[in-house]
């Protein structure tokens, strides 16, 4: 098994719709973690971080099929807990991709605490 597990049937394509952003406000995303929706596997981790702009645990998820973004689920975190966490379209941090476009350069200030 190689690349060909995650393009489409037929088509050589990618298949995009299977990786989503998650945001966990319990923890921080534990890398190949688990996640489940209901008590059933839906997916796992690829990679996770806290995100001090958005002051939660943050991950790019891969999942077993589509799933809409505001999507609850249930994801293992560093401290070997599950905790609550919603699926969000990517990019986590800026929607509207003003930065790379060099039409946002002020640096975002981090929120206290974090």
């Not at 952003?21 to 995303?29: H, N, T, Y």
């Not at 689920?73 to 401290?79: A, G, N, P, Q």
């Not at 379209?89 to 060099?102: A, H, V």
Request: with cysteine; glycine share 12%.
């Amino acid at each position: 098994m190689g690349f060909e597990i995650y393009t489409l049937p037929n088509s050589g394509k990618f298949d995009v719709s299977r990786i989503m952003g998650l945001k966990c406000e319990g923890g921080e995303p534990l890398r190949e973690g688990e996640i489940t929706i209901a008590g059933k596997r839906a997916g796992f981790v690829t990679a996770g971080a806290w995100s001090p702009f958005l002051t939660c645990g943050i991950a790019i998820s891969r999942l077993d099929s589509p799933k809409p973004a505001g999507t609850w689920s249930e994801v293992l975190c560093r401290d070997g807990k599950m905790h609550r966490a919603v699926f969000d379209d990517l990019p986590l941090y800026d929607k509207e991709k003003k930065i790379p476009r060099g039409q946002e350069t002020a640096i975002p200030v981090r929120k206290p605490g974090t």
